[in-house]
C-alpha cells in the first residue's frame, strides 16, 4: 500500500502555526501546534490535535481544557523553539514568555498571538500516535491585527522544521 | 458564554482549499472544503470535515472512501463556484471538469490540482452540524508543483465568501 503513497503531497496541506496550552493543579505547560482547526461554527467549536508522547496530552487528557494562540507571521524562531523542540517535563517554558490565566485556568500566551482561544473538550478521538481534542470555545479575544504566522512560511522562509512528535513530520530519507 | 467569544478571532485560523469528492453505486460528487489536514505521519491518516447537509457527506458515510485535491492558488473562482455553492443534489458537478476514477473508486479532480489523495475512512465523529471524517491514505500522487491556495488567499484576493455549510461560516450582521 505504501508504494502507492507520495509523502511530498502532505506538504501541500495547508495550515496554521499555534500555541496550544494546558494546565492540572500543579502545572501548566504549551506547544507549538499546525493543527487548531475550527469544526463548526454553531455552537463555536475547534480541533487540535496532539502527540501521546507530549506534556501537553497529559494535560489535556486530565483537565479537558486547553488554549490556543494565533502566532503572528514576525514571531521570531528563538521564540518558538522552546515550544516546539522541548519537552515541558524537563523545563518551565513559561517562565520566560508572558502569559494571562483564562478562565479555564490554562495560560494565555500573549507575546506574538494575534489572537487567543480557550476551549472546553468534549470529545477525544484515538488515532494511535495522536489525539484529535475537539472543544467548545468558552472565551476568543482578538489582541491585535496582523498576519498569521502559516506553515509554509515556517518551513520556506523561516526554513524551521516538524519536530518528530508533529503529525507532519517525515524523517529526512 | 457568546459575549466571551470574539468571532472575529476564527478568520486568524489558517486552511488550505480543496475539493473533497466521494461516490456510491450511482453517483458521484465533491465539493469545496477548507478542512483537509494529515493527523497522523505513521501510518499516513487525514481528516476531512463535512456538514451533514452536503451530499458529499451522505456519499462518504455511504461508500466510507473519500478523495482531496489540493488546488492551487492560480484556481479560478469560476472552477470554484459550482463546487462551493451548488449541491449535487440537483446537477452533476462532475459533468465538465477533467477527473480519473481513483482506487478507492472516487472520482479525482485533477483540474488545477497539485496533488491528489484517497483516504478510506477508519472513524467519524459526530459534531452536531458537521461531521470529522478519519482516514487512511490509501494513494497520493503529486500532479506538478505550485504554490497552493490558501483561504486566505481565496477571501483576500479572490474576495471569495464562506458558503453557509462551511465550518467557518459566519452570518452577516
Do not use: W
Not at 9 to 22: K, P, Q, W
Amino acid at each position: 500500500m505504501e508504494s502507492n503513497i507520495d509523502r511530498s503531497v502532505f506538504r501541500d496541506l495547508s495550515y496554521g502555526l499555534y500555541i496550544v496550552t494546558s494546565k492540572d493543579a500543579e502545572r501548566m505547560n504549551g506547544q507549538v501546534v499546525n493543527t487548531v482547526i475550527q469544526v463548526t461554527s454553531e455552537p463555536p467549536r475547534i480541533a487540535v490535535i496532539i502527540n501521546k508522547k507530549n506534556y501537553t496530552h497529559e494535560l489535556i487528557v486530565k483537565s479537558k481544557v486547553f488554549s490556543a494562540s494565533v502566532l503572528e507571521e514576525s514571531t521570531p524562531m528563538a521564540f518558538l523553539g522552546p515550544f516546539g523542540f522541548r519537552s515541558g517535563r524537563d523545563f518551565d517554558k513559561l517562565s520566560k514568555v508572558s502569559f494571562q490565566e483564562g478562565i479555564t485556568g490554562c495560560p494565555l500566551i500573549t507575546e506574538h498571538a494575534l489572537s487567543v482561544l480557550e476551549a472546553e473538550v468534549i470529545d477525544q478521538v484515538d488515532l494511535g500516535t495522536h489525539t484529535v481534542f475537539i472543544g467548545n470555545v468558552v472565551r476568543s479575544e482578538a489582541l491585535k491585527e496582523g498576519t498569521p504566522l502559516t506553515y509554509q512560511y515556517y518551513h520556506t522562509v523561516l526554513k524551521g522544521k516538524s519536530p518528530p512528535n508533529a503529525p507532519t513530520f517525515e524523517a529526512r530519507k
